[in-house]
C-alpha cells in the first residue's frame, strides 16, 4: 500500500524525480499539467522499514526549506512542519516521533 503526497512549488520535477531515484521506499513522479511538468508525486510505500524511510525524511524537509506546498492526499492536510513530517512517518513507516 502506499501513501500519496502531492508537492507543488518552484522545482524542476523532472530533476528532482531523477535526483531521487534511489529512495526505495518511495516512488517519485512528476505530475504532468498543461505544457510539462507542475507538481511533484511522492508515492511512500508502507510495506519498507522505518530505516529505509530516512531518505524521505531528509527529502521532505529540504522541501520545506524550498517554500514548496506538500500535501497528504490520504488526510486532506498540509506538511509543513517536522511535527507534521514526524506525524506522517508515526501513521505510514509505524515509528515512534523524534521530537
Do not use: K, W
Amino acid at each position: 500500500m502506499s501513501y500519496d503526497l502531492y508537492v507543488e512549488g518552484d522545482l524542476d520535477y523532472v530533476d528532482l524525480a531523477v535526483l531521487a531515484q534511489d529512495i526505495t521506499c518511495a516512488n517519485l513522479f512528476p505530475i504532468e499539467g498543461d505544457g510539462g511538468p507542475d507538481a511533484l508525486g511522492i508515492a511512500l510505500l508502507s510495506g519498507r522499514t522505518s530505516e529505509e524511510g530516512a531518505p524521505v525524511r531528509a527529502l521532505l524537509q529540504r522541501l520545506q526549506l524550498l517554500a514548496v506546498s506538500i500535501h497528504d492526499l490520504y488526510t486532506g492536510t498540509t506538511i509543513a512542519t517536522d511535527d507534521d513530517i514526524e506525524a506522517l512517518f508515526a501513521r505510514v513507516f509505524d515509528v515512534e516521533p523524534t521530537s
